[in-house]
Structures are given as structure tokens and as C-alpha cells.
């Protein structure tokens, strides 16, 4: 069984449009997270949510909206799609509890974003 | 804020070799820290973490890394890497609340057989 999954995998659209990614965890884990990773590899924390609150919000722009309807799922939309959005987009959780202690953190397979 | 370093950024080995990646973190209060691996085309996987004990962790696939605290350092070694070690190495601390972690640059390994 997959234990972090994410659909989809690769995303191709035009600058401008509106998209959502999706993520699901069955670990049973309180706390999940959405990282970005650029063409470099750098890898950036975006938001972190821990059993549906948002914990964490690294000042993304607000054409990023996440969305996590139960402690299980962890949505990421985006609006008005530009060029630097192009990234790998990966979907984390933990055992741990955002805001008071960190663990491990267990990755998605990530989704290419590409906008062209 | 937290930073961590990590100063090579592309490593290249024979099989065979021995292997140390470096990685240096800012904040000294934190103990947890964390080595990630992430294969072509795949997630990130965690290799090692340190959180208390013997500075001396053993992680996965013959890994291992040693915590010095006087150092600021955690540095990944294995003594024989193999052509399947070639990924990307991830070197990760959590920030001055304990609420987030803060990624090194990553190293890129690429092992020749």
C-alpha cells in the first residue's frame, strides 16, 4: 500500500490557469505538508497543516490556497499559474506535530508541474 | 533562523570508494537531524535521523552518520559505495521553534562503476 500518495504526477498547463493537486496519507499521521522543489533541488516547506489547521504558512503567494478536508488529505490549488511555478510539488506527513516537535517526515512521489 | 549547509554539491566515486558528505547546521539547540535520499525520478526517503543517544547513527544500505556538537556537524559517510548510491543526499534540520525542517542544497552523488 502506498503510504503518502499524490495525483497527479505530472500536471502540463498554460500561465494563467487555475490547478489542484491532491494528497493522501494512510499512516494515520496528524500532520502533513507541501513542499516545493526548484529546477535546482532546492527543497522549500510551504505549508503545514496538522489535523486539518493550518500550522504553517511560509509566506507563499496567495495564489496558493491548501485545503485539507480531513487529517488525511492535504489539497493544494493554484491560481492564476505563472512560469516560476514550474516545480516539483511534494506532499509530506508526520507523526510529529506541526508547531512543537518535528520527525520524520514520510514524502508523496511528487507532481512535475510544468507551465508553459 | 536556521541554515544548513551542505558544500558539495556534486560528488563523483568509483565503486568502491569511501564516501563522507558534509553538513553543517547553524542552530545549536536542535538535536534532530535528519539525512533524506532521493533516487532518479523518485520521493525522497529518509536515511538516517539523529535524535538522542549515540552520536554515531546507522541508517539504511550501510549508512551511517556522526553527530558532533561542537561542530554543528552531521556528516553522512559509507565506507564502500555502490553504483546504486547514485542520488541526490538531503541533509535536514529543524528550525529555532522545532516546527519545520530547513534542507541543505542537497549533494548530487553520481557513482562510476
Known amino acids: 500500500d502506498t503510504a503518502v500518495s499524490q495525483t497527479p504526477k505530472y500536471l502540463v498547463t498554460q500561465m494563467g490557469n487555475d490547478k489542484s493537486i491532491k494528497c493522501e496519507q494512510n499512516?494515520?499521521?496528524?500532520?502533513m505538508y507541501w513542499y516545493k522543489q526548484d529546477s535546482k533541488k532546492f527543497l522549500k516547506i510551504m505549508f503545514s497543516?496538522?489535523?486539518?489547521?493550518?500550522?504553517i504558512n511560509e509566506t507563499v503567494p496567495n495564489r496558493f490556497s491548501p485545503k485539507s478536508p480531513d487529517k488525511a488529505h492535504l489539497n493544494l490549488h493554484i491560481n492564476s499559474l505563472e512560469l516560476g511555478d514550474s516545480a516539483v510539488y511534494f506532499c509530506?506527513?508526520?507523526?510529529?506535530?506541526?508547531?512543537?516537535?518535528?520527525?520524520?517526515?514520510?514524502f508523496g512521489p511528487g507532481t512535475r508541474l510544468t507551465v508553459l | 533562523a536556521q541554515s544548513v549547509s551542505q558544500h558539495n554539491h556534486h560528488v563523483i566515486l568509483s565503486e568502491a570508494a569511501s564516501l563522507e558528505l558534509g553538513c553543517n547546521y547553524s542552530?545549536?539547540?536542535?538535536?534532530?537531524l535528519f539525512w533524506y535520499v532521493q533516487y532518479p525520478g523518485q520521493h525522497l526517503q529518509l536515511l538516517l535521523k539523529?535524535?538522542?543517544?549515540?552520536?554515531l547513527v546507522k541508517g539504511i544500505k550501510g549508512f551511517e552518520a556522526e553527530f558532533i556538537k561542537s561542530k554543528f556537524s552531521f556528516n553522512l559517510r559509507k565506507p564502500s559505495v555502490q553504483w546504486s548510491d547514485t542520488a541526490e543526499y538531503f541533509c535536514?534540520?529543524?528550525?529555532?521553534?522545532?516546527?519545520?525542517?530547513?534542507f541543505g542544497t542537497g549533494t548530487r552523488l553520481t557513482i562510476i562503476p
Open positions: 509530506a506527513s508526520s507523526p510529529g506535530v506541526a508547531g512543537t516537535s518535528v520527525d520524520t517526515q514520510y
Open positions: 499512516l494515520g499521521h496528524d500532520t
Open positions: 497543516y496538522n489535523n486539518k489547521e493550518l500550522i
Open positions: 542552530y545549536g539547540g536542535t538535536v534532530n
Open positions: 539523529y535524535f538522542s543517544g549515540d552520536p
Open positions: 535536514a534540520a529543524p528550525n529555532f521553534g522545532n516546527e519545520k525542517l530547513t
